[in-house]
Antibody, heavy 120, light 107 residues
Framework: QVQLQESGPGLVKPSETLSLTCTVS??????????WSWIRQPPGKALEWMGH???????NYKPSLESRITISLDRSRNQFSLELTSVTAADTAVYYC????????????WGQGTLVTVSS | DIQMTQSPSTLSASVGDRVTITCRAS??????LAWYQQKPGKAPKLLIY???SLEGGVPSRFSGSGSGTEFTLTISSLQPDDLATYYC?????????FGPGTKVDVK
C-alpha cells in the first residue's frame, strides 16, 4: 500500500525558511511513472498546487511561488522535500505531499497533511 | 493560470437524493479534470480523473461527465458518508488549479 508522510516544524518565524520532507513507502520516487507534488491548503480555504518533481529531478513550480520554492529528491531515502523561503503569515497552511500520476497531473495518493503556522 | 469555479458553494440534500455539482474552467481543458472528496481534518481523496474515469474502490454512485469548460460530478443516491467538501482540479495545463470547493451536508 502506498503511503506518504509529511514531517517538519509546525512553527516557522516570518522571513525564515519553511522546510518539509515527505517520506514515501510502498512506491519508489525513482519510478518514471509518477511525479511527486506539494499542495497546500490555508485554514478554511481551497487547495493550491505548489509544484512537483520527477525521478530525474526535473521540476515544475507554480509561477507565483517560483522565486521562493525548491523541491528536491533524496532517492536513497525515498523522500522528497519542500523549501519555501521568506515566509509570511499568508504561508500558514496545511501542507500535503501527494503522488501525481505520470504526466496526467491528478493526485492518487496523499499524505495526511501537516499544519505549518508562520508566526513570531 | 486556468481559473476553476464551482457551483453551488454549499448544498443541503437528503439521504437518497441525486446530487449534482458543476465545475467550470476559464478555458478549455479537454477532459483533463479530476474530482476529490475531502472530509474535515482529512486529506482529499481522488474520486474521478479524466472527467469520467472512476478511481478504483470509489462507489459507483459517484460519476463524472463533461468536456471543454463545463463538468459535473453526480452522486446518484446521497449517503450519510458523503458529507464532505468536493473539489474539482484541472490537470491539463501548468500550474494545476483547483476549484473553491462545494460543501455537501445531509439534511
Amino acid at each position: 500500500q502506498v503511503q506518504l508522510q509529511e514531517s517538519g516544524p509546525g512553527l516557522v518565524k516570518p522571513s525564515e525558511t519553511l522546510s518539509l520532507t515527505c517520506t514515501v513507502s510502498g512506491a519508489s520516487v525513482r519510478s518514471g511513472s509518477y511525479y511527486w507534488s506539494w499542495i497546500r491548503q490555508p485554514p478554511g480555504k481551497a487547495l493550491e498546487w505548489m509544484g512537483h518533481i520527477y525521478y530525474s529531478a526535473s521540476t515544475n513550480y507554480k509561477p507565483s511561488l517560483e522565486s521562493r520554492i525548491t523541491i528536491s529528491l533524496d532517492r536513497s531515502r525515498n523522500q522528497f522535500s519542500l523549501e519555501l523561503t521568506s515566509v509570511t503569515a499568508a504561508d500558514t497552511a496545511v501542507y500535503y505531499c501527494a503522488r501525481d500520476v505520470g504526466r496526467a497531473g491528478y493526485f492518487d495518493y496523499w499524505g495526511q497533511g501537516t499544519l505549518v503556522t508562520v508566526s513570531s | 493560470d486556468i481559473q476553476m469555479t464551482q457551483s453551488p458553494s454549499t448544498l443541503s440534500a437528503s439521504v437518497g437524493d441525486r446530487v449534482t455539482i458543476t465545475c467550470r474552467a476559464s478555458q478549455s481543458i479537454s477532459n483533463w479534470l479530476a474530482w476529490y472528496q475531502q472530509k474535515p481534518g482529512k486529506a482529499p481523496k481522488l474520486l474521478i480523473y479524466k472527467a469520467s474515469s472512476l478511481e478504483g474502490g470509489v462507489p459507483s454512485r459517484f460519476s463524472g461527465s463533461g468536456s471543454g469548460t463545463e463538468f459535473t460530478l453526480t452522486i446518484s443516491s446521497l449517503q450519510p458518508d458523503d458529507l464532505a467538501t468536493y473539489y474539482c482540479q484541472q490537470h491539463n495545463t501548468y500550474p494545476f488549479t483547483f476549484g473553491p470547493g462545494t460543501k455537501v451536508d445531509v439534511k
